[in-house]
Nanobody, 115 residues
């Protein structure tokens, strides 16, 4: 079982930045493919960004050029740097860890972009 704990969410003005962190409780963090997803009220959960265990990244079109996913295997942590935020980015952001048939989710952290 892997526990994921997100942090770094909050209220930010349009055009601002936030960095989300997700700490994983596993000694085998490096083998997991990691991802960030988000869910806005009334919407389905959607992919934001992923990073493989080899460091290959993938982004939703809506965040390309604004968000950056990274990982620090020594700290068992994955990050999401979010720049140029706009109100459409408002959602609960979830961390995901996946390996083979196993997938784990964090509890989510709220990001609100508003003036």
């Amino acid at each position: 079982q892997v526990q994921l704990v997100e942090s770094g969410g909050g209220l930010v003005q349009p055009g601002g930045s936030l960095r989300l962190s997700c700490a994983a409780s596993t000694s085998f963090f490096s083998i997991y493919h990691m991802g960030w997803y988000r869910q806005a009220p009334g919407n389905q959960r959607e992919l934001v960004a992923t990073i493989t265990n080899g460091g290959k990244t993938n982004y939703a079109d809506s965040v390309k050029g604004r968000f950056t996913i990274s990982r620090d295997n020594a700290k068992n942590t994955v990050y999401l740097q979010m720049n140029s935020l706009n109100p459409d980015d408002t959602a609960v952001y979830y961390c995901n860890a996946a390996q083979m048939l196993r997938t784990y989710w964090g509890q989510g952290t709220q990001v609100t972009v508003s003036s």
